[in-house]
């Protein structure tokens, strides 16, 4: 008995200081994913970030409602939105195809219900007009040649958002038009699938809003 006394206390002398108490469970420890902010390494903070933004919060969970939301991305690169305004102008210089690029703008963005709080359940700009299912909306017919037109570029600069795209397309299309310069800010989220497009009948009606008052 004095013998494992002995080798239990030789044991607790050698083990390195900073142990978990006898008793109590060791958490997993978060230190490699976020650095103290004295951490002078900008590849360390990046991790930090990343390791924090893939952790979602009790709200975002709840708000699932049971379901996985995940977003493609949560900002497009500001030198590819700045490239891709040129190939936009260049598009509509050579197919003259400005009403169409102002829709399709129009028609991702109107589906945006103010009443409706979580997301993508509202609507809005979030990129879901590229999924056939919304496309095949009537409201919506012959913008499936919007998105063959602007599918290049996307492809050409990837970090850009569909969402961000859509938006930019329509601004430009109008400035380009001989319309004012519309104040843009982008960093729009994009929707990952179909399930979570809008159901038809979102869209406002196109009606002239006095229609009702004759």
């Known amino acids: 008995m004095a013998e494992r006394l002995a080798a239990a206390a030789t044991l607790r ?27 002078s390494s900008p590849a360390l903070r990046l991790v930090s970030l990343r ?36 190939d936009i102008r260049e598009l509509l210089n050579t197919t003259h195809c400005h009403p169409i690029l102002v829709r399709l703008g129009w028609h991702d963005s109107g589906t945006y219900d103010k009443n409706i709080k979580d997301w993508p359940e509202r609507g809005g700009a979030n990129g879901s007009l590229r999924f056939d299912v919304e496309l095949k909306h009537g409201a919506n017919a012959g913008l499936v040649n919007a998105l063959k037109l602007v599918q290049p570029i996307k492809d050409k600069y990837p ?56």
């Open 13 to 39: 002398a050698a083990a390195p200081s900073g142990r978990f108490p006898v008793g109590r469970r060791a958490g997993p420890s978060s230190s490699a994913f976020f650095p103290s902010s004295s951490s």
């Open 51 to 86: 390791a924090a933004s893939s952790r979602p919060s009790q709200k975002a969970k709840s708000a699932g409602r049971g379901r996985s939301v995940r977003c493609i991305a949560a900002a497009s690169d500001a030198a590819q939105l700045k490239a891709a305004r040129e």
């Open 159 to 214: 970090s850009i958002t569909y969402a961000d795209l859509f938006q930019l397309a329509s601004a430009t299309a109008i400035e380009e038009a001989g319309g004012p310069k519309i104040p843009m800010k982008y960093g729009r989220v994009d929707v990952t699938g179909p399930e979570q497009c809008p159901p038809e009948g979102k869209l406002p009606d196109a009606k002239h809003p006095l229609t009702a008052l004759q």
